[in-house]
């Protein structure tokens, strides 16, 4: 039986191909060029975020008003400029999606028109195009946001509302008799491994190995690793795993580690539900609190205990530590004041006994 990587890449790859059949025939040529360095999920982002474009083409610009999406041709490809692609970074800023409204922040602008960019840069390099109008477009602005974490307090709160079930409606009370050990120990481990949930909810039962306490991820390049996981995490695992292993999965789901109510294998977006549920209940002034957040958490402590940036990258699996370094840059300011704090010129004392 594939893994779960290797499913949900097979998956994608089916979407990719539906897709494309609605887009220019470039597009596939795009593609396929890029197949070799990239991963499924990336193609997917890409061929989504060109879908997005020449749907905006085809139904805002009048000289392309008409045509389908996949009767463009490269000649039409070169009409578009730089006020074009400007003009569809404001779209970008509320536009709607089968009578819903849907709007980009920074993040989502700066990576749709960097796939436009990669994009028509592909186009120029292999003479399609003659000029790269994108090339003409600057790239949105990023900000850097505050990290959002849990204090210890907020984390110790949060774990005792899953074991107490504190706080909850009846109606949770209900679902949480059933899942406090699963949820246990999927916040458990967020907060004492840093993983991703695309990696947790990839976990099977075998790719845990207790000798050793740690358990095989495939992380986000496509790569497999292992992590490793404190005795306390170990312990909630093997609470978890007493009642796991008396569920009945439906077919295709057996050796999913998380199981949903429905006892198949539990989805990125439940998790994030879960997350989000007693998060809000722990810490009601941090709105929003995503798995991501717990990530953090764990990288925050994780510095903070170290104090090396390096092993906290390759802990959380960056392939670049600036990435890191540009997380967790406030962490390296304190450390930098508390250095200037400890140093002193001159003894108190001595300070004392010089005063006339």
Known sequence: ??????????????????????LPDVCFDFINAIDSTTQPLTRYAYVSDLKLFFGFLTQELPKFAGK??????????????????????????????????????????????????????????????????????????????????????????????????????????????????????????????????????????????????????????????ILYFPDEVAQVLKDYLKVRLEMTPIPGHEEALFLSLQNRRISVRAVQNMVKKYASLAAPLKKKLSPHKLRSTFGTNLYHETGDIYLVADVLGHSDVNTTRRHYAAMTDDRRRLAARKVRLRAEDADDSNEQ
Do not use: C, W
Request: hydrophobic share 40%; charged share 30%.
């Open 1 to 22: 039986m594939s893994s779960y990587s290797e499913q949900r890449a097979k998956a994608l790859q089916l979407h990719i191909r539906q897709m494309l059949r609605e």
């Open 68 to 225: 389908a999406p996949n009767a463009l041709e490269a000649a039409d490809l070169a009409k578009v400029t730089s006020r074009d692609i400007y003009m569809y970074l404001d779209y970008l800023t509320l536009y709607m999606r089968d009578d819903v409204e849907i709007t980009n922040q920074e993040l989502g602008k700066l990576r749709k028109i960097s796939s436009l960019r990669s994009f028509y840069k592909f186009l120029y390099k292999n003479g399609y195009i003659e000029s790269d109008p994108a090339a003409l477009v600057d790239m949105p602005k990023r900000h850097q946001k505050p990290i959002i974490r849990l204090e210890i307090d907020e984390v110790a709160r949060m774990l005792d509302l899953v074991e107490n079930g504190d706080l909850q409606t009846e109606h949770q009370k209900k679902y949480n008799d059933h899942t406090r050990a699963r949820d246990l120990a999927i916040l458990t481990l967020f907060l004492g491994t840093g993983i991703r949930v695309s990696e947790l909810v990839g976990i099977n039962i075998d790719d845990i190995d207790f000798s050793i306490n740690g358990f095989l991820v495939t992380r986000k390049g496509g790569n497999q690793a």
